[in-house]
C-alpha cells in the first residue's frame, strides 16, 4: 500500500468552503428532485389551458380548411395567434397567453432555400441573417499583435467556472 502523498498546500485554504460547496450542492440535488414533478406537472397544465383557452386551430377554422381546401383560416377566426393572446376573467383580471414559435434554420437545406428564394425575385440576405462568432482555436492560435487586434472586436469576460471533486481512481 502507498501511503497518500500529501495534498496540495492548496487544499488548507479550500478545505471548509469545499465542504460548504458540497453540502449547498447535495441541498440543490434533493430540491430539483423534488421540483421536477411539480415542474413537469405544471407544464402540462399551462399546455392544456392554453390549448383550451388559445387554440392553434379552432374546430371551426378546421372545418373551413376542410370544406374549402386551403390553409387559411376563416375569416371570423378565433385562433390563438403567435404572440400574446388575451382573454377576460372575472373581476376584471385577464390571462394572457404568449404563443412562442422556434424558428431554427436547418443549414442542410439552407442553400436550397436561398436558391429558390433568388428565382422568386426576392432575396435572401434581408431573410436569413449571417451571425458572426469567434473561431476560438484560430483565435488563440494567432500571434499576440494579431489576437490583440481581434480583441478591439471583443468583449471578454469570465464565465461561471465549473468544479468537480473525483474520486480516487480503484
Ligand atoms: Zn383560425
Redesign the pocket.
Known amino acids: 500500500m502507498i501511503p497518500d502523498p500529501k495534498p496540495d498546500t492548496r487544499f488548507a485554504v479550500v478545505e471548509d468552503l469545499l465542504l460548504l460547496w458540497n453540502n449547498v450542492k447535495l441541498e440543490l440535488v434533493k430540491i430539483q428532485a423534488t421540483a421536477a414533478p411539480l415542474l413537469e406537472s405544471e407544464r402540462a397544465l399551462r399546455d392544456q389551458i392554453m390549448g383550451l383557452a388559445f387554440p392553434m386551430?379552432?374546430e371551426e377554422?378546421r372545418k373551413y380548411m376542410e370544406a374549402n381546401d386551403t390553409d387559411d383560416?376563416?375569416p371570423s377566426?378565433?385562433?390563438g395567434k403567435e404572440g400574446t393572446n388575451t382573454l377576460k376573467l372575472p373581476a376584471k383580471f385577464q390571462l394572457k397567453g404568449t404563443i412562442k414559435i422556434d424558428r431554427k434554420v436547418d443549414e442542410a437545406a439552407l442553400e436550397a432555400s436561398k436558391k429558390a428564394l433568388q428565382d422568386l425575385q426576392f432575396n435572401p440576405d434581408t431573410v436569413f441573417r449571417v451571425k458572426t462568432e469567434l473561431e476560438v482555436k484560430a483565435y488563440k492560435a494567432l500571434p499576440k499583435e494579431a489576437r490583440k487586434v481581434v480583441d478591439q472586436a471583443l468583449i471578454i469576460k469570465p464565465a461561471a467556472p465549473t468544479l468537480e471533486i473525483v474520486g480516487p481512481k480503484e
Open positions: 386551430l379552432t377554422c383560416h376563416a377566426c378565433t385562433c
